[in-house]
């Protein structure tokens, strides 16, 4: 017996198709036209895609909902950390409110899992992970939400943090993160052996934000891939952002993507403007997780980002010069399909037995909704209805 079924919808471009729901699980792809049981969405035609998965996002720093907040401090990695501490409390970050909103902004554009990075230090210890998770309650639970514990302010240069992050493991957070290990620390052996130790005894992830390019990037990916080895951590470490990569060139670059795969390490990426091209041909097929992320929006960093990782698998598409449909296509598949081990899920697609999570676009193909970005006329979330015509309404 059906709970839903979206009717007349083509999976990934394809055949007119009728999507069958129960429990919050695809039971059936069947052609259109058969006889239906429960609630029926004519979906006339729309493309249908998995949800959305924002493999790389802040939802904790956000003053979403809340009046403009002028740009402000050093345009520095380290300037951006001390000026949201200095005025984070000013406007009530994080909070609930905030923190549900940027939510609700992500299931309007079909994101139906996330795995974020929540700020933990010495200022506002563990509250940014309750945050988070009462923001994911307010919703009912149906965007997936898998926390990173996210040292932003440095690990060893703060003595207490690595006790703070293994509460954090005990709160609930899945991961641990870490922060450029040399510019932030300037001590990268003492912070990656503080925190895989964290992950070895707890048998969590971790998912370490590096933004240093070039050789001192790559030496730093040395480190990680040394200790994932060492410590049997294969396929639970993930790089986040990691420039360096692209900065690489010629038989460098391909030997540490091998060594990278090899290691079981993945990779979140949110595609700026103004960075290296990744190799990403060679990374998918060495067979590494790769995803895209809206990383934070409308914070004290950046006041841009609107969370819709459709229009980020687009900028990937531009900053790699994707032209093919065939490419087009993959791009989409890295915001969706391809982000499965993300939010640790083996299967995310339109599949019997996968969670229901699913997202119609009126557009003529896949590569037309990925370069039109077109409104989400209907969002599915563990076989519910979310939203409709871009409107939430959790
Ligand atoms: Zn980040």
């Known amino acids: 017996m059906a709970d839903l079924t979206l009717t007349d919808v083509r999976p990934w471009g394809g055949a007119p198709t009728d999507i069958v729901i129960a429990d919050g699980v695809i039971t059936e792809l069947r052609q259109t036209g058969a006889p239906t049981s429960g609630e029926v969405v004519a979906g006339r035609g729309a493309i249908a895609l998995p949800g959305f998965v924002n493999a790389h996002a802040h939802v904790d720093k956000s003053w979403w909902g809340m009046p403009w907040v002028s740009y402000g401090g050093e345009p520095t990695t380290q300037g951006r950390i001390a000026h949201e501490r200095a005025e984070r409390a000013r406007h009530g970050i994080p909070s609930v409110d905030a923190t549900t909103a940027v939510l609700r902004e992500y299931l309007r554009h079909g994101t ?64 641990i993160g870490g922060i450029d290990p040399c510019t932030i620390d300037r001590d990268p052996v003492a912070q990656l052996d503080g925190l895989f130790d ?10 370490i934000h590096l933004h240093d390019g070039g050789e001192l990037g790559a030496f730093q990916y040395e480190l990680i891939i040394d200790r ?38 993945s990779w979140a990426t949110v595609a700026p403007v103004r960075t290296s091209p990744l190799p990403w041909r060679r990374m998918r097929k060495r067979g590494m997780g790769l995803g895209l992320g809206t990383d934070g929006i409308r914070d004290l960093w950046s006041p ?7 229009r980020i698998a687009l900028g990937f598409a531009r900053l790699h010069g994707l032209r093919t449909d065939e490419d087009l296509t993959a791009a989409v598949r890295l915001a969706t399909s391809d982000a499965a081990v993300f939010v640790h899920r083996g299967t995310h697609d339109l599949l019997a037995g996968a969670r229901a999570d699913i997202v119609l676009v009126d557009a003529e193909n896949v590569p037309e909704a990925l370069v039109r970005v077109p409104p989400r006329q209907l969002v599915v979330a563990a076989g519910r209805i979310v939203v409709r015509h871009a409107e939430v309404l959790v």
Do not use: M, N, Y
């Not at 964290?198 to 998912?207: C, K, M, N, Q, T």
């Not at 790089?239 to 993507?257: C, M």
């Not at 841009?304 to 459709?310: N, R, Y």
């Open 228 to 265: 994932t080895r060492r410590t049997g951590l294969q396929g639970r470490v993930t790089v986040s952002h990691g420039f360096a990569l692209g900065d690489l060139v010629g038989e460098r670059q391909v030997a540490l993507v091998d060594e990278l795969a090899d290691a079981g390490i």
């Open 112 to 175: 139906t899992a996330t795995r974020t990075h929540v700020d933990v230090d010495l200022g506002i210890g563990l509250r940014g992970i309750e945050v988070a998770q009462e923001a994911a309650a307010a919703l009912g639970g149906v965007l997936e939400v898998e926390i990173v514990a996210f040292p932003q302010d440095g690990v060893v240069r703060r003595p207490g943090v690595l006790k703070l992050l293994e509460d954090a493991v005990l709160a609930g957070a899945s991961h």
């Open 304 to 310: 841009f980002g609107d969370g819709d990782i459709l």
């Open 198 to 207: 964290i992950a070895e005894r707890r048998g969590v992830g971790l998912d």
